[in-house]
RNA sequence: GUGGGUAUGGCGCAGUUGGCUAGCGCGCCAGAUUGUGGCUCUGGAGGCCGUGGGUUCGAGUCCCACUAUCCACC
């Protein structure tokens, strides 16, 4: 159930219910590949952290633990003890990031597991069937997220080819939600707009797709090399050829100026491993800008990472502390940068739904771009 | 004290029969990273090759002395 609030221009301020609870949108969805939050970042934490929807990997879980072990677990909900909504990405994804140990072809991907080099086949039911297994409260589309600068040709019998996966996919999840002992009943399938940087590639599939009529689509293939303004134009095209009384979701992105430019656009929904592969990586976000916590100048900055933060790493530990901690490789470093930068990212999208809510949202991205592009402070 | 070994950037080491701007790993400094393999990648700084003499057109490489350090023996 999806219910718009509030528009200002193509921004959407709107209410995404599910049977795992109501998500306010634009939202961000923390990454937890794995089922788990990299960094040391339990479900009690995400909570926390303001966090609404969680974001777990089908292939991965698929490799390990196995699919199967979940179901017996109860589904991915018990599993990680995280009773809000979770979104499945379907591995379509690491068709393209694990190129090199996979094989396309029509009826699906041949690949060669990261884990123990064991031969997998994941095709559109494959797919669907891991995660029905998981029982996630969205399962994407499985798709081939072709490369930016690949060639037209290709990119069109790419598109031709997801857009078939698709219709499978659908008719996959259907049959899954309907058999008894399914963990997850109401399991919703978005669909992926593709199309490289090709509008009119995009515009023809995000048409032929939107006849699914499917519970959300999902843009993919953005953000993979290109440049920002190519992107930010590609959604100015798409956009508006995807159901407007559906949620939207930008899928990988971003950094804090893509998901403004994004809810700008229309986007919903926004997932990135850039909060937590930074955090863990030293790398945090603030309104005064990154900064780079191994570098040698916090060696005595007694500051927190963010003054005024309201989040429990910066209302309790300076910058010289935890940069000690990254160096030292503790834990506990990446822990709490990870926990600061969720919290950034979840408070920004708060901080957007609260800005559309008393509809001033274009001067609250005007003066947060101000804030995001500044240079680190001294 | 005697015999033997070793001395090359912060640390650990390569440096072929003496030959052009002395390399490597780690560390350090800086930067990348967009549906995550706790990675990976890209740049950069830093060395009068223990000290002093000698041989040679030319010495980190050969010779002598000294100093430091390690091992064995007394």
Redo the contacts with the bound molecule.
């Keep these: 159930m999806y219910k718009i609030l509030k528009t200002e221009g193509r921004a959407k301020r709107c209410e995404f219910t599910t049977v795992h609870g109501t998500v306010q949108t634009p939202v961000f969805m923390?990454?937890?590949?794995?089922a788990?939050?990299?960094?040391?970042?339990s479900s009690v934490d995400l909570k926390d952290l303001g966090c609404q929807i969680e974001?777990?990997?089908t292939?991965?879980l698929h490799v390990r633990p196995g699919d199967e072990v979940i179901k017996k677990l109860g589904g991915i909900h018990r599993f990680m003890a995280w009773d809000r909504p979770i979104l499945t990405?379907?591995?379509?994804?690491?068709?393209?990031?694990?190129a090199?140990?996979r094989k396309i072809k029509e009826e699906g991907v041949y690949f060669?597991?990261?884990?123990?080099?064991r031969k997998i086949f994941m095709g559109p039911e494959q797919s669907m069937q891991i995660q029905s297994n998981l029982g996630s409260t969205v399962a994407?589309?499985?798709?081939?997220?072709?490369p930016s600068l690949a060639e037209k040709q290709y990119v069109k019998e790419s598109v031709d080819r997801t857009t078939r996966w698709l219709v499978r996919c659908k008719a996959e999840m259907e049959r899954l939600c309907a058999l008894e002992d399914t963990v997850n009943p109401d399991q919703m399938l978005f669909g992926?707009n593709?199309g490289a940087v090709y509008p009119d590639i995009r515009i023809e599939h995000a048409k032929r797709i939107s006849d699914l009529d499917l519970p959300g689509y999902?843009i993919?293939?953005?953000?993979?090399?290109e440049?920002?303004e190519v992107?930010y134009s590609i959604l100015d095209e798409v956009v508006p050829y995807l159901p407007q009384n559906k949620p939207t979701y930008l899928?990988?992105?971003?950094?804090p100026r893509?998901?403004l430019e994004g809810v700008y656009r229309g986007v919903d929904f926004f997932?990135?491993?850039?909060?937590?592969?930074?955090?863990?990586?030293?790398?945090l976000y603030t309104d005064k800008g990154?900064v780079?916590l191994?570098?040698?100048?916090?060696?005595l900055d007694d500051r927190p990472i963010e003054e005024g933060c309201g989040c429990s790493t910066c209302r309790t530990y300076s910058r010289a502390y935890i940069r000690h901690l990254l160096?030292a490789?503790?834990?506990l470093?990446?822990?709490l940068c990870?926990i600061h930068n969720l919290y950034y990212y979840n408070n920004m999208m708060r901080e957007i739904r609260d800005a559309l809510d008393e509809g001033r949202f274009a001067s609250y991205m005007k003066s947060k771009l101000e804030k995001v592009s500044a240079d680190?402070e001294k």
């Design positions: 923390n990454v937890g590949t794995a788990a939050i990299k960094g040391a970042v974001l777990s990997n292939y991965h990405d379907s591995g379509g994804f690491q068709v393209f990031s694990l090199s140990l060669n597991s990261h884990v123990d080099g994407m589309a499985f798709d081939e997220c072709p992926i593709q999902s993919g293939g953005l953000a993979v090399g440049p920002n992107m899928m990988g992105v971003g950094t893509d998901i997932d990135c491993v850039y909060p937590s592969r930074n955090g863990r990586h030293g790398h990154t780079r191994l570098n040698a100048k916090y060696e160096k490789k503790e834990m470093g990446m822990r990870v680190n």
